[in-house]
Nanobody
Framework: VQLQASGGGLVQAGGSLRLSCAAS????????MGWFRQAPGKEREFVAA????????NYADSVKGRFTISRDNAKNTVYLQMNSLKPEDTAVYYCAAKYRSSALRVADEYSYWGQGTLVTVSS
């Protein structure tokens, strides 16, 4: 199983980025997917998740209304659209997968992890 996250970069506060996570080696449509992030010196934290059916999502309070998670089963890809970015959103963003899961918020419940993509938001 491989999860390849991409789309990170440097953006000014108020800007937007879209992260992608391409999955291979698994039946993507059968997996719930999540996004987590880890800022320097901080613990990994939950950002957003979508269940395997694609009809339920979950967001951290800090990103609700600004970030949107979605999935395209035909492309084996989950996305994180990030709008109105803030400097405190700066972190390495990771995607994760869990077989037939709901929109999980707890990192330990995920089975597979991608390598991360760096998002830097300048003020």
């Amino acid at each position: 199983v491989q999860l390849q996250a991409s789309g990170g970069g440097l953006v000014q506060a108020g800007g937007s980025l879209r992260l992608s996570c391409a999955a291979s080696g698994l039946t993507f449509s059968s997996y719930g997917m999540g996004w987590f992030r880890q800022a320097p010196g901080k613990e990994r934290e939950f950002v957003a998740a979508i269940n395997w059916y694609g009809d339920n999502t979950n967001y951290a309070d800090s990103v609700k209304g600004r970030f949107t998670i979605s999935r395209d089963n035909a492309k084996n890809t989950v996305y994180l659209q990030m709008n109105s970015l803030k400097p405190e959103d700066t972190a390495v963003y990771y995607c994760a997968a869990k077989y037939r899961s709901s929109a999980l918020r707890v990192a330990d419940e995920y089975s597979y992890w991608g390598q991360g993509t760096l998002v830097t938001v300048s003020s």
